[in-house]
């Protein structure tokens, strides 16, 4: 993207590219400083996602079903802190994180890319 020393992955940056266009809407700094919003919450949902697993019994698939259903709120209305692609992002990216990728729906292995 630029000579910035943060490595932003294609999964994020597709995020921002419009279907049929061949780079991203945003500049690359926007898109960094999003990118590190995400990382960071997808790192302290990290010990959450465990902490949900073990207190509840459940499976790792229920596990990342309820993290997108907490986040999904913060996607709405004028206060929103993530776009609902960067919250489906957080989630795939704590599940890449915690080895949970194959427990991704199809919909989210979409979005999380080949890496």
Known sequence: MDDSQIHVPDSFIH???????????QRAAEIAQRFEVCDDMA?????HAQEL???LGITEA??????????????????????????QWVVCHVAEQ???????????KALAGPG
Request: charged share 20%.
């Open 15 to 25: 995020l921002f590219v419009r279907r049929g266009q061949p780079v991203p809407r």
């Open 43 to 47: 790192t302290a949902l990290i010990p």
């Open 53 to 55: 697993q073990f207190k």
């Open 62 to 87: 229920d596990v990342i079903d309820k993290l997108l259903d907490s986040l999904l709120p913060i996607t709405q209305g004028p206060d929103a802190v993530l776009s609902e692609p960067e919250a």
């Open 98 to 108: 915690l080895g949970w990728a194959q427990h991704l729906s199809p919909e989210l």
